[in-house]
């Protein structure tokens, strides 16, 4: 089975501070995908990245990073000079390929994390 | 790309009443769909997996007569929450997946109020 902890519930940070999320993961499986998606007050999920199991390369877009290390079995989200429009609650997600082909599977999700900019 | 719409966005029903919730994939294929509920601060809640042209796969504890699941074409799946009731009332959402890769890309959401 596959579990993702999210242990911070609430974060609160004034704007052009960093913040780093943190997400760890359970999973037995060799092969598989780590998300992060960003929900807004609106409600949408939005999307973020996504990160396979034989990458642990480090990414960076624009004011976002994320740190992949499978020595920890986690993969935190860093924001660089964070702003209002940052506030939302942020999930961390994984999912392991139900078949050789990589057919869909189910995502299993964090209890996310809300974060909150102050101007 | 990877634009998935949902049907309609809010909806108040008396109880006892049927829903139907669209969602569609606009710019792409996607083989399997799902639909999710969350709670009020809460995390999502898979409800089941729909598959284009088969019946759709529900989680443990989620009632298949109470929440129907039709995945009719490589672009919409619908949900009908049949004979609604005030427990009921959440937000729903569902997401869409490509044919290969494993991301799945959201609705915007439903909420559903039942009175």
């Known amino acids: 089975a596959q579990k993702v902890t999210q242990a911070q519930t609430e974060i609160s940070v004034v704007e052009k501070e960093d913040v780093t999320l943190d997400c760890v993961y359970e999973t037995r499986d060799t092969t598989y995908y780590l998300f992060w998606y960003k929900q807004p007050p609106s409600g949408e999920l939005v999307f973020l990245i996504r990160?396979?199991?034989?990458?642990?390369q480090n990414e960076i877009s624009g004011r976002y990073s994320w740190n992949f290390q499978k020595s920890t079995s986690s993969f935190n989200f860093t924001i660089t000079a964070s702003q209002v429009v940052d506030s939302a609650v942020y999930f961390c997600a994984l999912s392991v390929p139900l078949s050789y082909t990589g057919a869909n599977s189910k995502l299993t999700f964090g209890k996310g994390i809300t974060l909150s900019v102050r101007p | 790309g990877a634009v998935v719409s949902q049907h309609p966005s809010r909806v108040i029903c008396k109880s006892g009443t049927s829903v139907k919730i669209e969602c569609r994939s606009l710019?792409?294929?996607?083989?399997?769909m799902f639909w999710y509920r969350q709670f009020p601060k809460q995390s999502l809640m898979l409800m089941a997996t729909s598959n284009e042209g088969s019946k759709a796969t529900y989680e443990q504890g989620v009632e298949k007569d109470k929440f129907l699941i039709n995945h009719a074409s490589l672009t919409l799946s619908t949900l009908t929450v049949t004979s609604a009731h005030p427990e009921d009332s959440s937000f729903y959402i569902c997401s869409a997946s490509l044919v290969l890769g494993d991301t799945q890309y959201f609705g915007p959401g439903t909420r559903l109020t039942v009175l």
């Open positions: 710019d792409f294929q996607a083989t399997t």
């Open positions: 990160r396979n199991s034989f990458d642990e």
